[in-house]
C-alpha cells in the first residue's frame, strides 16, 4: 500500500485485489494526494492525503502476524496525529 501506488493511479482497492493471493505479513502506510508534485503529496499523516484506509484496516484488523511500517514526512505530531487517525478509522468499520 506505498504512497507511490496511489500517486501513480493505483487505489488500494486494486493493489490488494492483485495482492489478494499472497501471504500478507507486513505493509507500508502514508497517505497521498494524487496530482500533485511528488515531494509534497506524499509520506503525508493519514487524514491529510487522500487515501481511504478503512478496507484494507478491515481486511487486517485481528490478524496480529501483519505489521505495518508508519512513514510521515514531518514533525513528531504527525505521528501521533496519524496513530489517532488511524484508530478513529478503524472505530468507523
Do not use: C
Request: charged letters at 20%; zero cysteines.
Amino acid at each position: 500500500m506505498s504512497h507511490t501506488m496511489y500517486y501513480d493511479g493505483y487505489d488500494i482497492a486494486e493493489v490488494l485485489t492483485l495482492l489478494e493471493p499472497l501471504p500478507i505479513t507486513g505493509f507500508h502506510l502514508s497517505d497521498a494526494i494524487r496530482g500533485k508534485d511528488l515531494r509534497d503529496s506524499t509520506h503525508l499523516p493519514i487524514g491529510q492525503g487522500d487515501v481511504d484506509f478503512r478496507s484494507p484496516l478491515a481486511l487486517f484488523d485481528g490478524n496480529d502476524a501483519v505489521y505495518g511500517a508508519l512513514e510521515v514526512r514531518g514533525p513528531a505530531s504527525g505521528i501521533s496525529d496519524t496513530l489517532a487517525h488511524l484508530q478513529s478509522v478503524r472505530n468507523l468499520s
